[in-house]
Structures are given as structure tokens and as C-alpha cells.
């Protein structure tokens, strides 16, 4: 593996081992949760779970006229709703962990997608000299772009260009 390539695997597995180092105990247990509950098994515990609560209430008022909850459930209905508002904070707790972690990879990507960039403008200035050295070899000076790949794009004037070019969303 040649050097830069060796570089660039190098800073993503760094990115990964921070990633992973800067996890909290905390964290941790609440993605190992979240990894528990986002499979099917957990949708069908808790209509098993719903379904039961409902059916024994209906056994014990059918033989002995006693309920725990009533109709229509609001026992069941509030720990539904503090089971639902559990999950939702679980899964935004993991979702901006997540996220975050594709910010900086994203962050590398145009990093790397930059560095690419320079070395293509730096080939084409090789083969530029390489040309006036060789008389032989044709030139494409009145190629508009070559003349535009010859020299790198300052990712500030591209970023304001997506800015300027984008439909902005209304603010409400």
C-alpha cells in the first residue's frame, strides 16, 4: 500500500477508534438497548403484551366482575405512553450519535474529495510541462476545459455558488 493510500486508511480508522472511544458508559447502554428494541420481536412483546393486559381484564370481569383497568385502559394507555416516550428519547439519543459520526465522515470525504482534487490539478500542470517540453505531443490550449481543470476549485467560492443556487426554505 503506497503512502498516501496508507495515510487515508490510517485517518479513517483513527476517525473510528474516536468515534468509539468517545462513547459513555451512558451511551453505550442506550445503544445496546435501542439495538435490542429495533427488531420485530419488540413490536410483537408489546402488542402480546397490550393483548394480554386487555384479555385478562375481560377473564377476571367475565368470572368475577373485577377489573384492574377498565375500559377504555388508561392504566395500559399511560405506561404505553411512557413506554413510547422511552423509546423516542433512546432513539434520538442514538440517532444524534449517529449523526454526528457521519458529519465527521462526511467531513473527511470532502477532505479527501479536496486533496484529489489538488493532485488532478497537479497532474495537469506535469502534463503541461511535459507538453512544451515535447514539441511533438499536441497541445489543448484553446480547450476551455482543460483550462478550467488546470487549476483546483476554492471550495468557498463552490460553496457559496450551492448557496446562492439552492431555493432557500422559508422560514417559519
Known amino acids: 500500500m503506497n503512502q498516501p ?48 393486559w386487555i384479555g385478562l381484564n375481560a377473564a377476571l370481569n367475565a368470572t368475577h366482575r ?39 465522515r462526511s467531513q473527511l470525504d470532502l477532505q479527501i474529495n479536496l486533496l484529489t482534487e489538488r493532485r488532478t490539478a497537479k497532474l495537469i500542470d506535469m502534463l503541461d510541462a511535459l507538453r512544451r517540453d515535447l514539441p511533438q505531443i499536441p497541445t489543448h490550449d484553446d480547450d476551455a476545459e482543460v483550462n478550467d481543470l488546470r487549476t483546483p476549485s476554492d471550495p468557498h467560492q463552490v460553496a457559496r455558488d450551492i448557496e446562492q443556487r439552492t431555493p432557500h426554505k422559508p422560514r417559519s
Not at 384492574?68 to 444524534?96: A, E, H, R
Open 5 to 52: 493510500t496508507n495515510e487515508v486508511v490510517e485517518s479513517i480508522a483513527e476517525l473510528e477508534r474516536r468515534a468509539h472511544a468517545d462513547i459513555s458508559p451512558h451511551e453505550r447502554a442506550v445503544e445496546r438497548i435501542t439495538r435490542r428494541l429495533a427488531h420485530p420481536g419488540a413490536v410483537y412483546s408489546i402488542v402480546a403484551f397490550a393483548a394480554v
Open 66 to 104: 373485577v377489573t384492574f383497568d377498565v375500559p377504555p385502559y388508561p392504566l395500559l394507555q399511560s405506561l404505553m405512553t411512557f413506554v413510547s416516550l422511552l423509546l423516542v428519547v433512546l432513539i434520538l439519543t442514538t440517532g444524534n450519535r449517529v449523526t454526528l459520526i457521519e458529519l465527521r
